[in-house]
């Protein structure tokens, strides 16, 4: 490897720690003092809610690592503008796709790390961190998850859902055990379909049995639609279904296979599947744009405006990536395309810099 690559190489990978340092350090500040009302009015310790905080850092490191590849890009090349440096080596002969050589080689590490992460560091991070926040800071103890299995007790009745889609907020393979005296059953409700509307939980195809006293058996009643009151909002069991960054990409394409199988509607899993393949090689598109834009000569004269450039064009990304995800979470966008449709346009937004660079 030439002295120049392995040069831009070391001076890429310390600016990227540093960067990437200071936003997550920043987070766990922030994220700690936001959530301090939320830690003291719950059974966690201070050290415990720290902790919390930083099970937190590999999902956040995931997430803010393309903006710092491109931060860090823009300036090592900045520097070496404002210093002339790229005017020496253009004068030698060396090309700007030559320079790209090792910001390509770096972004691709990156992109296998945050792979690496996506599979295994994060899933049991979050997980244990949703866990730490439904049991000590929610107070939720009454709650027994499976993969998508939700077992939880409100009041009287033991309710089980099978499936519960957030996009819809609606269940699916619902079972409610409503217990009486000497732990006596005094009804059971089986529904294929569920909906919260007003207050009152709504539920279709279904078949109930209640207890009657009388002859000690159970009277079965079918239904078509049928409301119950229970102490359960959508909200609650949208904070204790498994998600999507809970997961590997295997396990959650075999999450994914399972819930098509049982004829669920997949959308938001499939779409979230796409998305963790196409989001660490985000880094790769962010360090040519970082590149091209810190070989611009203004970046030289005015190194924060090309910083600040490399700021919007980061939060543009997200925004962008938000908003077609969101797409195709709703159906409106196939999930391929939801998920790499933003990458395909800002790699064709940093190729063009780049060659109107050179």
Same mark, same amino acid.
């Given at each position: 490897?030439?002295?120049?690559?392995?040069?831009?190489?070391?001076?890429?990978?310390?600016?990227?720690?540093?960067?990437?340092?200071?936003?997550?350090?920043?987070?766990?500040?922030?994220?700690?003092?936001?959530?301090?009302?939320?830690?003291?009015?719950?059974?966690?310790?201070?050290?415990?809610?720290?902790?919390?905080?930083?099970?937190?850092?590999?999902?956040?490191?995931?997430?803010?690592?393309?903006?710092?590849?491109?931060?860090?890009?823009?300036?090592?090349?900045?520097?070496?503008?404002?210093?002339?440096?790229?005017?020496?080596?253009?004068?030698?002969?060396?090309?700007?796709?030559? %320079?790209?050589?090792?910001?390509?080689?770096?972004?691709?590490?990156?992109?296998?790390?945050?792979?690496?992460?996506?599979?295994?560091?994060?899933?049991?991070?979050?997980?244990?961190?949703?866990?730490?926040?439904?049991?000590?800071?929610?107070?939720?103890?009454?709650?027994?998850?499976?993969?998508?299995?939700?077992?939880?007790?409100?009041?009287?009745? %033991?309710?089980?859902?099978?499936?519960?889609?957030?996009?819809?907020?609606?269940?699916?393979?619902?079972?409610?055990?409503?217990?009486?005296?000497?732990?006596?059953?005094?009804? +059971?409700?089986?529904?294929?379909?569920?909906?919260?509307?007003?207050?009152?939980?709504?539920?279709?195809?279904?078949?109930?049995?209640?207890?009657?006293?009388?002859?000690?058996?159970?009277?079965?009643?079918?239904?078509?639609?049928?409301?119950?009151?229970?102490?359960?909002?959508?909200?609650?069991?949208?904070?204790?279904?498994?998600?999507?960054?809970?997961?590997?990409?295997?396990?959650?394409?075999?999450?994914?296979?399972?819930?098509?199988?049982?004829?669920?509607?997949?959308? +938001?899993?499939?779409?979230?599947?796409?998305?963790?393949?196409?989001?660490?090689?985000?880094?790769?598109?962010?360090?040519?744009?970082?590149?091209?834009?810190?070989?611009?000569?203004?970046?030289?004269?005015?190194?924060?405006?090309?910083?600040?450039?490399?700021?919007?064009?980061?939060?543009?990304?997200?925004?962008?990536?938000?908003?077609?995800?969101?797409?195709?979470?709703?159906?409106?966008?196939?999930?391929?395309?939801?998920?790499?449709?933003?990458? %395909?346009?800002?790699?064709?937004?940093?190729?063009?810099? %780049?060659?109107?660079?050179?």
């Amino acid at each position: 490897m030439p002295c120049l690559h392995r040069y831009l190489l070391k001076e890429f990978g310390k600016l990227c720690f540093i960067i990437q340092a200071l936003i997550l350090v920043l987070f766990v500040f922030i994220e700690y003092l936001s959530m301090m009302d939320r830690f003291l009015n719950s059974d966690i310790t201070l050290l415990g809610a720290l902790w919390f905080v930083i099970l937190e850092l590999p999902f956040m490191f995931v997430q803010v690592a393309p903006a710092s590849v491109l931060l860090a890009n823009i300036f090592v090349f900045g520097l070496m503008n404002r210093h002339n440096e790229l005017l020496a080596l253009k004068s030698s002969g060396i090309s700007v796709y030559s %320079l790209v050589k090792p910001v390509v080689f770096s972004s691709l590490i990156m992109v296998g790390l945050l792979f690496f992460l996506s599979e295994i560091l994060v899933p049991f991070s979050i997980t244990t961190a949703h866990d730490i926040e439904n049991t000590v800071i929610r107070g939720k103890k009454n709650v027994l998850l499976d993969k998508k299995n939700i077992w939880i007790k409100s009041g009287e009745n %033991l309710v089980h859902f099978n499936f519960y889609d957030p996009s819809k907020k609606t269940v699916a393979g619902i079972t409610i055990l409503a217990m009486g005296e000497n732990f006596q059953p005094r009804f +059971r409700l089986d529904a294929k379909k569920g909906f919260y509307l007003k207050g009152v939980w709504w539920f279709e195809k279904g078949i109930q049995q209640t207890y009657n006293a009388q002859d000690r058996g159970y009277d079965v009643v079918n239904f078509d639609t049928t409301s119950i009151h229970l102490d359960l909002m959508p909200e609650d069991l949208e904070r204790l279904v498994k998600k999507s960054e809970e997961m590997g990409i295997f396990e959650l394409r075999d999450y994914m296979d399972t819930i098509q199988k049982e004829g669920y509607d997949a959308t +938001r899993y499939v779409v979230d599947f796409h998305g963790k393949i196409a989001f660490p090689f985000v880094c790769l598109i962010m360090a040519l744009t970082g590149a091209a834009f810190g070989m611009k000569s203004h970046a030289g004269d005015n190194l924060p405006m090309a910083v600040t450039s490399g700021i919007i064009i980061a939060f543009t990304y997200w925004f962008f990536h938000g908003f077609c995800m969101s797409l195709g979470y709703a159906g409106s966008l196939p999930p391929v395309p939801a998920a790499w449709i933003s990458n %395909l346009f800002f790699l064709c937004f940093g190729v063009i810099c %780049l060659i109107r660079t050179e």
